[in-house]
C-alpha cells in the first residue's frame, strides 16, 4: 500500500468561466450576404465585376468584423493565461532550484563513481601489461638459457666424439698412455655432456614455472566492469553545436534548412520597385498572384 500523500490541485479555476456564442443579428447579416453573392454566378464585363467585388467587400466585412471580435473576446482569456502562466511561474520557482540542486549533487556523486571506476580499470589494466611484460622477460630469459644449455650439450657431444676417436686411435696404436687418456678425456666428456642436459632440463622446468606463476598472476588481475549507475540516475547522450557549416557539409540529411520567407519577400518586392520586374534567384521560382481587393 503507498505511503506517498496525496498530491492537492495546485492551481484552480474560481467562477463560472465563460460562455461563448455567435450573436443572432451576425448570424443574419452573414446570411444576407451570402444569399447576394450567390446570385453572382459570372463575371461578363464591368458592371458584374463592379457587382462581384462590392460582393466580396461585404463578404470581407463579415470576416474583419468576426476577426475583430474575437480579438476582443480572447483579449480577457489571454490575459487570463498570462496571469496563470506567472502564478505557476512564482509558485514553483523554487521546487525548480531545489529539484536542480539535488539534480545536480546526484550528477556529480554519478560522475565520481565513473571516475573512480575509471581509475579502477586503468590501474588494473597497467598492471595487466607489466605482468604480461615481465612474463615476456623471464620467457625470453628462460629461451636463452635453453639456448646456451642446448649450445653446451652439443659442445660436450663434439668433444665426446673427438675422445672417443682419439681412444681409439690409440687403441689401434697400442699406445697405454694415450688409451688411458683418451678414455680419461671420453669420461670427461660424457659427465660435461650428463650436465649440459641436466642444465636443459633444469631451464625447461624453470621456464615452465614461470609461465605458471605468469599466468595465476594475470588471473589474479582481473579488470573491474563498469559499476552500475546510482539508483535514480539514468546517462543520456546529448550534443551541441560548434560549427553548422561543418557538420551540414559532412551530414546534411541531418539538417533542416528553412527560407525566411518574409524577408525574402521584402527584398523581392524591393528588387521590383527599383528595376520595375521581377528579380532572377537561385533556386527561386518567382511569380506574381492576382486576387481582387477585399478592403
Do not use: W
Not at 492537492?8 to 450573436?23: F, M, R, S
Not at 556523486?109 to 622477460?137: D, F, L, M, P, S
Not at 659442445?155 to 675422445?163: I, K, P, S, T
Not at 543520456?236 to 540529411?253: C, G, H, N
Amino acid at each position: 500500500m503507498s505511503t506517498e500523500p496525496t498530491r492537492p490541485t495546485a492551481l484552480a479555476i474560481l467562477g463560472d468561466g465563460y460562455t461563448i456564442t455567435v450573436t443572432l443579428a451576425a448570424e443574419q447579416q452573414k446570411q444576407t450576404i451570402i444569399e447576394a453573392s450567390r446570385r453572382v454566378v459570372a463575371v461578363i464585363d464591368q458592371d458584374s465585376c463592379d457587382l462581384a467585388n462590392a460582393r466580396i467587400k461585404a463578404l470581407a466585412s463579415v470576416r474583419n468584423a468576426v476577426e475583430k471580435s474575437r480579438t476582443e473576446v480572447k483579449a480577457p482569456v489571454i490575459e487570463l493565461g498570462r496571469k496563470i502562466d506567472g502564478i505557476a511561474k512564482d509558485f514553483v520557482a523554487d521546487v525548480i532550484a531545489e529539484e536542480s540542486r539535488l539534480s545536480a549533487l546526484v550528477a556529480e556523486y554519478a560522475r565520481e563513481v565513473q571516475r573512480k571506476a575509471r581509475e579502477e580499470r586503468e590501474a588494473a589494466e597497467r598492471e595487466r601489461q607489466r605482468i604480461e611484460r615481465e612474463e615476456h622477460e623471464r620467457k625470453m630469459e628462460a629461451l636463452r638459457a635453453e639456448q646456451e644449455a642446448e649450445r653446451r650439450r652439443m659442445q660436450a657431444e663434439r668433444e665426446a666424439h673427438e675422445a672417443e676417436m682419439a681412444r681409439l686411435a690409440a687403441a689401434r696404436n697400442a699406445d697405454a698412455e694415450a688409451q688411458a687418456a683418451a678414455e680419461a678425456a671420453a669420461a670427461e666428456a660424457r659427465r660435461a655432456q650428463e650436465e649440459a642436459t641436466r642444465r636443459a632440463q633444469e631451464a625447461q622446468a624453470e621456464q615452465e614455472r614461470a609461465a605458471r606463476e605468469a599466468a595465476e598472476r594475470a588471473a589474479a588481475v582481473a579488470v573491474p566492469a563498469a559499476p552500475a549507475l546510482p539508483t535514480g540516475v539514468t546517462e543520456t547522450v546529448d550534443f551541441l553545436v560548434e560549427d553548422i557549416a561543418t557538420f551540414y557539409s559532412k551530414f546534411p540529411q541531418l539538417c533542416e534548412v528553412t527560407v525566411k520567407r518574409a524577408e525574402v519577400l521584402k527584398q523581392i518586392k524591393k528588387s521590383l520597385a527599383k528595376n520595375g520586374k521581377l528579380p532572377t534567384v537561385p533556386g527561386l521560382k518567382i511569380f506574381q498572384n492576382l486576387k481582387p481587393k477585399a478592403r
